[in-house]
């Protein structure tokens, strides 16, 4: 059980739950402490979800979703995205599995959370699993698969270099992300 605890996973088909934007990050029963709302808000904060939003306007106690409060907060997917990733920053977990984490964000967006999460994982482990190769790019080791099975690895320099399949996607995706950080 104790190992368990020590995962936190981002998957493509998350939820967000009609309740409150704190309650949806803890997804636990909360104690309502200054140091559990500071973490949430931490956690939200690395996850590039935006609190000054002016609809938020109970921040985080703010009712998500209108099935229950006529008043609640449908979030976008890209926010909902955030929501997702926030749940597992907040638990501080040393390993880290996220599916496609950004696949609803805009490439900017993209661009600012993966520099994010870079900072945040410097003393974790970290899986991403993704189609999207800018989202892997800086990773210290990267598995091509096709198939089930690992037809290249190595570092993005090194894959490139080879001039295999990854090479081939990278060329294909480059130009949606050949100049997002200048705009950062």
């Known amino acids: 059980m104790a190992y368990r605890r020590s995962v936190g996973s981002v998957f493509q088909d998350f939820k967000i739950y009609a309740a409150s934007?704190?309650?949806n990050v803890l997804m636990d029963v909360e104690n309502g402490s200054?140091?559990?709302?500071?973490?949430?808000?931490q956690a939200l904060y690395d996850a590039h979800f935006t609190l000054e939003d002016n609809r938020l306007s109970y921040q985080i106690e703010t009712p998500l979703t209108t099935e229950f409060e006529k008043d609640?907060?449908?979030?976008?997917?890209?926010?909902?995205?955030k929501v997702a990733i926030a749940r597992t920053l907040y638990r501080k977990q040393n390993l880290i599995i996220m599916d496609e984490p950004s696949s609803a964000l805009?490439?900017?967006?993209?661009?600012?959370?993966?520099?994010?999460?870079n900072e945040i994982?410097?003393?974790?482990?970290?899986?991403?699993?993704?189609?999207?190769?800018?989202?892997?790019?800086?990773a210290d080791c990267?598995?091509?698969?096709?198939?089930?099975?690992?037809?290249?690895?190595?570092s993005h320099e090194q894959l490139l270099s080879k001039g295999g399949k990854y090479a081939a996607m990278w060329k294909m995706q480059a130009g949606l992300y050949a100049d997002v950080s200048r705009y950062a």
């Open 121 to 138: 994982a410097k003393d974790k482990t970290v899986i991403f699993i993704s189609h999207r190769l800018s989202t892997v790019r800086d």
């Open 34 to 41: 200054r140091e559990e709302n500071y973490g949430v808000e």
């Open 142 to 154: 990267i598995y091509m698969m096709e198939g089930g099975r690992i037809v290249e690895s190595g």
């Open 106 to 117: 805009d490439p900017l967006a993209e661009y600012r959370l993966n520099q994010e999460l």
């Open 72 to 81: 609640g907060v449908n979030l976008s997917g890209g926010e909902a995205q």
């Open 21 to 23: 934007l704190k309650e």
